[in-house]
């Protein structure tokens, strides 16, 4: 990656601007691990009853990809002093499922940007997030809003 994304302000974060990142090889282990403790739906912990089920196989919690995602936006783009948290998600959807050894990055395309007008240290980003396989087919999308810190004044902080 030619930026160092983590180093950004709210300024630094172009609408339309995209990149890509991360490389997680998930497990059978990590999936069922996962899921025994967050989402014990039979075909996410038994081998045999997932592959009765309609997935025909064992897949990971939708919820353990967000994590997963989450994970490679933090060490890769979201900036580690700008960075100020997020209201929330528009949307969130598992358009094909996760099985072991599938290899996972993200692409994250900026959206928006909006300086708020209540508060002018900081603006808020919305930003697509799709998290895809090594056969480039999305197993995660959503949008949702990120709320980030103004470059300080005097120039502190430039890029």
């Excluded at 630094?12 to 059978?28: C, I, K, M, N, W």
């Excluded at 700008?82 to 358009?95: E, F, Q, V």
């Amino acid at each position: 990656m030619d930026h160092d994304y983590r180093q950004r302000w709210f300024e630094d974060y172009l609408e339309g601007e995209t990149a890509e990142f991360g490389d997680h090889q998930v497990s059978e282990e990590e999936i069922v691990a996962f899921a025994r403790r967050y989402d014990p739906q039979p075909f996410h912990v038994d081998a045999d009853a997932a592959r009765r089920s309609p997935f025909g196989g064992l897949i990971a919690s939708g919820w353990m990809t967000c994590s997963i995602a989450m994970r490679m936006l933090v060490e890769h783009f979201i900036s580690e002093h700008a960075s100020m948290g997020s209201p929330g998600l528009d949307s969130l959807r598992w358009p094909a499922p996760v099985r072991p050894g599938d290899r996972l990055r993200v692409r994250v395309t900026v959206l928006e940007s909006r300086p708020s007008r209540s508060k002018p240290d900081r603006g808020s980003i919305r930003l697509r997030q799709e998290v895809l396989n090594q056969h480039d087919e999305v197993v995660m999308l959503s949008e949702g809003w990120g709320i980030y810190r103004r470059r300080p004044p005097g120039g502190a902080g430039s890029r």
